[in-house]
């Protein structure tokens, strides 16, 4: 995202430090009345879109209170307002929202499938911006150094496009990433610390959808830089820097040393530079980002879900002092939660963007299921989350599962904690956050550690099914370690689980085996995704692998310790 106010005008830093310490103090503000301002924001959605197709359809215009909004409108998931979003995208006005879309965010989601989510220019202002400023607020109040240069962040999930692809409407369909903020909507002051650094708008010819080769070049660039921080919002990118370092080192140096980016000519040979930075690899052995940015202050990522198991020993990769501070528990479609100071994994509810309900995560999302308000909610739960809001979502689920942590001047502050999406071969109806909180629970009692792991469930021809592990040690496990982490992980599944536990109970389902594969696996996985042509914010954490081919792929890799394990 850039725009003519960007990094290196005069007084851009200042403006731009203004305005996020702005937004979160209004942040900060609206918890004094989060109630009022869930019923102004409700009252504003259903006025802005009385007379869209959808909200004559749903009776906008008579609805006074959350009560009478929730009997109009069902829930609903993405399908159900897909067939809406297909009339916007084929140029009809008014169907959503009353804001014609300036963009389509696209979104993975669970499936794989491309989702287009209508943005308009009403959300941005009310729902998006204010949040999204707010978010950068602990990062540049405590590394303030982050902002003294362009190329002092390394921010991996900015890729914009010169010739973005289109919806049928013809306005562009991108990532968020993809977007600048300051043409499409005015805002100037959207540029993201990291986007006028020399990698961001790379200055040799490659093709849209190179991505490898695009993370190729920016590492090239940035090993001749000071970098302090590193923005991955997706933990799968932060974690695949150290890998790919090493991968592509033999040929980062050379460029260095020859003055080339991609086999072009480019800026001046440096020789001294690939000196040093061939002499770390023959000192250390493996190429650790500690050792080419050693002034690294922080990485901004998720912290939760999956990225739980790997994060501690990933930070140390960046250095010992290396603070991890949390992305937003965000969406595509919206805003969830926003860090507004230095907690570890958990952000605040955003009372001024969306209309936020909750349905504990065990229970399933039909139309009618009743829902919970934030007052109800209870920490230490997990909840489905759903959100309303004037850039036409209404009820909608957005197929994550939240944690409450605690409640912040009365505001509940959640962290991600999985996908909404259940495994459920035997009644056990397992879901990715009790997963991955019986992974953990594992590990401490053992003092093992993991890169990263995943799971399907074994349907032999004869016999019980089971779910099999595929876990990628951070060092190599012994047959008695393995044996004694398998018995944990399945009485700790049992522990998260009461409907794994009746199936283990009733014989329905067998003991869980664990696969031991290399350590970096997952990054190997990774990498290959992303050369297949998937962009790398895009290629997320999974704990449920189903897919045969997904599976394959990954485990045909030689195990770290005698494979298979009871």
Known sequence: MTSTDGWGSPGHEQRYRERVFAERARLHGAAADFAGHQQRVLADLLEFNADTAFGRAHGFGRIRTMEEFRRAVPVQDYADHAPWIDRTTAGEANVLTADRPTVYFTSSGSTGAHKKIPVTPRFMSSTFFPFYYAAWA????????????????????????????????????????QVDFGEKFGEPLSAEPGTAAPWAALPVPVAADAHLEKMYLRLRLAVQSDVRCLIGINPAMVAAVPYQLNLWWPRIVKEVHDGTLGGVPYGAPAPQRAAELERLADHFGIVRPAQIWPHMRALFCWTTGAASLYLPRLREEFGPGVTVLPAPVAASEGPVGVALDRHPCAGSLVATASVYEFVDADQDLTPDVATLLPDELEPGRDYHVLFSHVGGLYRYAVGDVVRVVDRVDGVPRVEYAGRGTRSDAAGERLREAQVIRALRAALSATGLELRNATCQVATPPTGQPHYRFALAPHTPWNGQETTRFARLLDTHLGEQSPGYRRAREAGRLGDPTLHLLPRDAFQRDWHDAVGAGVRPTQVKDRIFRQDPALWQRLTQLPATHEGEHR
């Open 138 to 177: 602990p990062l540049i109040e405590h590394f303030p150094d982050v902002l003294a240069r362009p190329d002092a962040v390394l921010n991996l999930k900015h890729d914009p496009l010169a010739a973005p692809p289109t919806a049928a409407d013809g306005r562009p369909h991108v990532g968020a990433s």
